[in-house]
């Protein structure tokens, strides 16, 4: 018999598969439902969610709920946003920020949690990770590239972003039409979801 959705976070939730990478050991921090109509596919969780196990439970996640226009209740009801990083646990430091998600991840899961969201309208490729893998050679030579043609993607119901990590403030400094313009348009768009 297929698996539920139910199952399949269940078996999410006891995942151990890297944990030998995992300085902090497996704590998957995710939420989806089937209802969900916005998807947001991140990098992965950092420390301090590691520790709450609550999503973007951090300063950039205050500003992509700003970038969104939704309340913390409703970014949290897993029946409108699923939230599914491409790495699921925190992978750790490095030098300067985090590690990168672990690449064993997505492919592991993603390919088995999309088909159980049906009702998605839009996608969200929040940073460099997302999108190199879901948009593949469709994605420019940089993400500032990827993120400035973001129109393109719209028919394919993926809208590429810059991170909103307050470490990525140079970037959105230089780069004012990011919020004048594309943040104008999404949240547009999310209020088009009802959510
Ligand atoms: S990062 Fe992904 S693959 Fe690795 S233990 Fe966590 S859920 Fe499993």
Same mark, same amino acid.
């Given at each position: 018999?297929?698996?539920?959705?139910?199952?399949?976070?269940?078996?999410?939730?006891?995942?151990?598969?890297?944990?030998?990478?995992?300085?902090?050991?497996?704590?998957?921090?995710?939420?989806?439902?089937?209802?969900?109509?916005?998807? %947001? %596919?991140?990098?992965?969780?950092?420390?301090?969610?590691?520790?709450?196990?609550?999503?973007?439970?951090?300063?950039?996640?205050?500003?992509?709920?700003?970038?969104?226009?939704?309340?913390?209740?409703?970014?949290?009801?897993?029946?409108?946003?699923?939230?599914? #990083?491409?790495?699921?646990?925190?992978?750790?430091?490095?030098?300067?920020?985090?590690? #990168?998600?672990?690449?064993?991840?997505?492919?592991?899961?993603?390919?088995?949690?999309?088909?159980?969201?049906?009702?998605?309208?839009?996608?969200?490729?929040?940073?460099?990770?997302?999108?190199?893998?879901?948009l593949?050679?469709r994605r420019k030579a940089?993400?500032g590239k990827t993120v400035r043609a973001w129109k393109e993607y719209l #028919?394919?119901?993926?809208?590429p972003?810059?991170?909103?990590?307050?470490?990525?403030?140079?970037?959105?400094?230089?780069?004012?039409?990011?919020?004048?313009?594309?943040?104008?348009?999404?949240?547009?768009?999310?209020?088009?979801?009802?959510?």
């Amino acid at each position: 018999m297929p698996e539920n959705l139910q199952q399949l976070l269940a078996r999410i939730h006891a995942c151990t598969h890297c944990a030998p990478a995992l300085p902090h050991g497996p704590r998957p921090v995710l939420q989806a439902q089937r209802e969900a109509r916005l998807r %947001i %596919i991140g990098q992965a969780p950092g420390r301090k969610v590691h520790e709450t196990g609550i999503p973007w439970n951090d300063p950039s996640g205050d500003r992509l709920r700003d970038w969104l226009g939704l309340t913390r209740e409703q970014f949290y009801d897993p029946r409108k946003v699923a939230i599914l #990083p491409m790495g699921f646990c925190y992978p750790g430091k490095a030098e300067s920020g985090d590690l #990168p998600p672990r690449p064993e991840c997505t492919p592991r899961w993603h390919g088995r949690l999309n088909p159980q969201l049906p009702d998605i309208r839009l996608t969200l490729l929040v940073g460099h990770y997302a999108q190199a893998y879901y948009l593949g050679s469709r994605r420019k030579a940089t993400l500032g590239k990827t993120v400035r043609a973001w129109k393109e993607y719209l #028919p394919l119901g993926y809208l590429p972003l810059a991170h909103p990590s307050p470490r990525n403030q140079p970037w959105l400094a230089q780069n004012p039409w990011f919020e004048k313009q594309l943040v104008v348009e999404l949240r547009r768009l999310v209020r088009t979801l009802d959510l």
